[in-house]
C-alpha cells in the first residue's frame, strides 16, 4: 500500500517516466478517489496534483489524456548490515572523541 512519503516510479506507456516522492494523499468530495500531491524527483523538481482511485495509487493501471499509466512504489534493496542481527554486526568499538568548541575557533 502506497502512503504518503513514499518514494514511487511513475511509467506512461509501460515505460519509467520518472521517480516522485508521495507528499499529501488527500480525499476527494467523490468516494473512493483521492487527490495525491507528487513531487517529481527531476531538474527542477515540480509539484503536481492527480486525482485518483485508490486502486490507482497502489499499482493498477489507469489512463491519463489517452496515456497508460501506472503508480509503483520503491522498495529499496536491503543492505547486508540489514539481514544481520545487529549483535552479529563486526563494528569497531567506538572511541571517545574531543569536543571541539565553536565559539574558540572563532576567537582564533
Known amino acids: 500500500?502506497?502512503?504518503?512519503?513514499d518514494l514511487v516510479l511513475l511509467y506512461m506507456h509501460d515505460k519509467p517516466l520518472s521517480f516522485a516522492r508521495v507528499e499529501a494523499i488527500e480525499p476527494d468530495h467523490k468516494r473512493g478517489w483521492y487527490h495525491v500531491r507528487l513531487m517529481l524527483l527531476q531538474i527542477p523538481v515540480q509539484v503536481i496534483t492527480w486525482i485518483l482511485r485508490d486502486a490507482y495509487i497502489n499499482g493498477e493501471?489507469?489512463?491519463m489524456d489517452g496515456n497508460p499509466m501506472r503508480i509503483e512504489k520503491v522498495v529499496p534493496p536491503r543492505t547486508d548490515e540489514e539481514e544481520q542481527p545487529p549483535t552479529q554486526l563486526n563494528r569497531p568499538a567506538a572511541k571517545p572523541g574531543n569536543v571541539i568548541s565553536l565559539e574558540d575557533l572563532k576567537k582564533k
Open 61 to 63: 493501471s489507469f489512463t
Open 1 to 5: 500500500m502506497t502512503t504518503e512519503n
